[in-house]
């Protein structure tokens, strides 16, 4: 695993207290904290004391411009991270507002970095906020004996009470390398793990539910078709007292398929779950793209055509009901298409209807959740915005001044590439990965005028494919301007060419004389500048939150205050810190080697979200990136905990809510409806507390990819409400159970 060198704690300690500051002087909470126009730069940062008076969590609001297409803002308190990598999307002046908690009181030293390009901060002020309880979470995989291996990622997990034992189990979707793991929850704060397959294979996205209606979950597993030239048919694990055998064959499930997101949900209305299984397109195929089984009731099914929908393009589902008639509706994207469902096997297509018309059509979407961000009953819609991994391989490159380091991430086609940089010392090339595209000639590193020629040991090869001379060729190599003096005028050899100008001026360059691999990504350490002439790939994708307003959706981003720009690969939701407003946690990739703390939205109940980047869950020494997760009560202690997945060279993680709140919850154990034995999946589960307050849930997931979860055990943050009038469970079918006169911090069941 390669360690990342992210802006936190000790990293910055150190490299901090070499930079060049400017502003260093002593500041009243009143006072400005900018005199004059502040710029930061690779090589100088801004420092100013503040006094931290009153309540030690405070709005942060700074006015800041940058002249370049995108930039990050990071800020410290004391060498502590309370702001981390800000998104400036585009050129232009900005507001940046986050919620930060200085933990104390007194003189504390701020210290403002900037990455990617120049900053000009205009104003900085900071507002005591007294009302809010700010959401901490810690990594307690360790103590949970959840140790996952480094593992790429594909599009969440999928969490569920499998064994049927009370409390949430999870499916871990694993691209390739490590097969699908079930974690087992222990029930005493640890978990097992094991692996449902013994070989690796081109796994996808899962989901779990009851097709066979037998108590227990079953997990139907997506694979991939190798780039469509070999589509496979799903694997649908029949669960038989935790012993799991493929049943596809046997249930009739068998149409081959470019697999991604499988989905159980009861299209007819019979009270058994169908299946839904959503694929990307097959090169020279003018069949379905998406699939469709309508459950016979006696252990098998049947392929079902349905016009329309099975034509509809996108790889990723979100299973909700966004016109209220208890019936399930999909949103496929992306593009974002919205489909009714009709309860008998037919679909509506209303996406001109209740999409904004600005957003038909648009892509660049990865993932969704439905939230009711003001508690009005209706199912508002929050989507991710995201480069692909083929997208990000174009051009992106990171500088982190601090630990001097370069990330190049670009594609392998037919060009060059120049940059130059600054290195007083020797430079460092390491982190070689070139993605194999039946090219077979080499690239190698030519140092200086005279080309001296060097191997470096790269990755992105299969064993058979690595070439020859790097099978035992170092992963890094270290030079110095000695090694490699002058400028050579020919440069027509695959490689990258580094030579030295004198003076601590270098160039490099990587040479491309045709469509050689896939992607060409490596780093140089030891720099203290960078610079270049051609646009560099600006991540910033902005992200949506959809307000329904029964018959249609308004895009209300800006009002509801999300963040800026980002690079967004996953969402979920759910009440954090149980005050009655449901909240976001939004996975950002971030930089190219380096892990980012992913955002929390915490809905503030009065129509925006606040920013939160200081929340803990993260893990800033994984060398992955965010890629997504689920909000879920792990432990049944009334806080939801996440359960994350850090894509490329990440672990999954498991982190403990631990904010400290007298806010009051509610849990509600959905079980099989007690006439008809119908599942909690879809059911409803509406709330009015003593004084009149109204809350409602649907059981499913808390934010969809291409993994489909069933929260069946609904948690409802209820602020200072004590007692709960009723609570009200209709399943899917019709069938109705109220329970009253409720207590809150209880956990109660429905009556099977």
């Not at 810190?577 to 976001?584: F, P, R, S």
């Amino acid at each position: 695993m390669k360690f990342i060198q992210t802006i936190l704690a000790t990293t910055l300690a150190s490299a901090v207290a070499t930079a060049t500051f400017s502003g260093c002087v002593s500041q009243l909470p009143s006072a400005k904290l900018v005199e004059q126009v502040q710029t930061l730069t690779n090589k100088q940062n801004f420092q100013t004391d503040y006094l931290v008076t009153g309540s030690t969590v405070k709005r942060l609001i700074a006015e800041v411009s940058i002249e370049k297409p995108y930039a990050n803002l990071t800020l410290l308190a004391n060498n502590k991270v309370l702001v981390d990598n800000a998104n400036i999307p585009f050129k232009g002046k900005h507001q940046l507002n986050f919620l930060v908690d200085f933990e104390k009181t007194g003189k504390q030293k701020l210290t403002f970095i900037r990455r990617s390009a120049d900053i000009k901060i205009h104003s900085i002020k900071f507002e005591d906020v007294s009302d809010v309880n700010l959401p901490k979470f810690a990594n307690i995989s360790k103590q949970a004996n959840f140790d996952t291996e480094i593992t790429y990622k594909y599009g969440g997990p999928s969490i569920g009470d499998i064994d049927a034992d009370g409390d949430y189990d999870f499916v871990l979707n694993n691209h390739n390398h490590v097969p699908t793991q079930l974690v087992t929850n222990n029930g005493d704060g640890t978990v097992k793990i094991e692996r449902l397959f013994e070989h690796s294979l081109d796994f996808h996205g899962s989901a779990v539910g009851d097709y066979d209606n037998d108590g227990d979950l079953d997990i139907m597993v997506a694979q991939g078709g190798a780039n469509g030239t070999n589509p496979t048919s799903y694997i649908l694990l029949k669960n038989d007292n935790q012993k799991f055998t493929n049943a596809s064959p046997a249930t009739g499930i068998l149409t081959p398929a470019r697999g991604r997101s499988p989905r159980w949900l009861d299209l007819d209305l019979d009270g058994d779950l169908d299946l839904a299984l959503f694929n990307a397109k097959t090169p020279n195929y003018d069949g379905p793209i998406q699939l469709f089984y309508k459950n016979n009731g006696d252990g098998s099914f049947t392929q079902q055509q349905i016009d329309g929908i099975e034509q509809a393009y996108g790889e990723r589902a979100l299973i909700t009901d966004f016109n209220q008639d208890n019936i399930d509706d999909i949103v496929i994207y992306s593009p974002i298409t919205l489909w009714q469902g009709n309860g008998d096997f037919t679909f509506t297509d209303v996406t001109t209807k209740m999409l904004p018309k600005d957003l038909q059509g648009d892509v660049g979407y990865n993932a969704a959740t439905d939230i009711d961000v003001n508690n009005d009953g209706l199912l508002d819609l929050y989507f991710a915005g995201s480069r692909t991994h083929y997208q990000l391989s174009r051009k992106s490159i990171d500088f982190n001044p601090q630990t001097k380091r370069l990330d190049v991430r670009d594609d392998g086609e037919k060009g060059t590439t120049l940059i130059n940089f600054d290195a007083k010392g020797s430079v460092k090339l390491s982190d070689m990965d070139l993605t194999y595209r039946q090219y077979n000639d080499g690239f190698a590193i030519f140092l200086g005028k005279n080309k001296t020629r060097k191997i470096v040991k790269a990755k992105g090869f299969q064993p058979t494919q690595l070439p020859a001379e790097m099978k035992t060729a170092p992963s890094e190599m270290t030079f110095s301007a000695a090694d490699a003096q002058g400028w050579p005028e020919e440069r027509n050899v695959n490689g990258l060419y580094i030579g030295h100008m004198g003076n601590g001026k270098w160039q490099a360059e990587w040479v491309r004389d045709r469509n050689i691999y896939w992607t060409v990504t490596f780093s140089l350490s030891g720099l203290s500048d960078v610079s270049y002439d051609w646009q560099a790939n600006n991540r910033n994708i902005q992200d949506i939150l959809l307000v329904n307003q029964g018959d249609k959706f308004v895009n209300a981003s800006k009002e509801w205050n999300l963040p800026l720009g980002g690079n967004s690969w996953g969402v979920t939701r759910g009440d954090v810190n149980n005050d009655g407003w449901q909240d976001l946690f939004v996975y950002r990739y971030g930089h190219l080697s380096e892990r980012i703390a992913d955002l929390l939205l915490l809905n503030t109940g009065k129509g925006k979200f606040d920013i939160i980047t200081s929340h803990g869950a993260f893990e800033p020494t994984d060398g992955g990136h965010g890629d997504m997760g689920q909000l879920f009560d792990f432990d049944l202690d009334g806080q939801l905990d996440l359960l994350s997945g850090s894509e490329e060279e990440g672990h999954w993680y498991l982190f403990s809510n631990q904010t400290s709140t007298n806010n009051n919850y509610l849990l509600i154990d959905v079980n099989y409806s007690p006439k008809h034995n119908i599942d909690p999946n879809a059911a409803l589960v509406s709330i009015e507390t003593a004084s009149g307050k109204k809350y409602q849930q649907r059981i499913g997931s808390a934010g969809e990819i291409h993994a489909q979860s069933l929260l069946d055990i609904v948690h409802f943050g209820l602020g200072d409400e004590r007692e709960i009038k009723s609570a009200t469970i209709r399943w899917r079918n019709g069938e109705t159970q109220t329970l009253t006169n409720l207590t809150a911090n209880r956990l109660y069941k429905s009556t099977p």
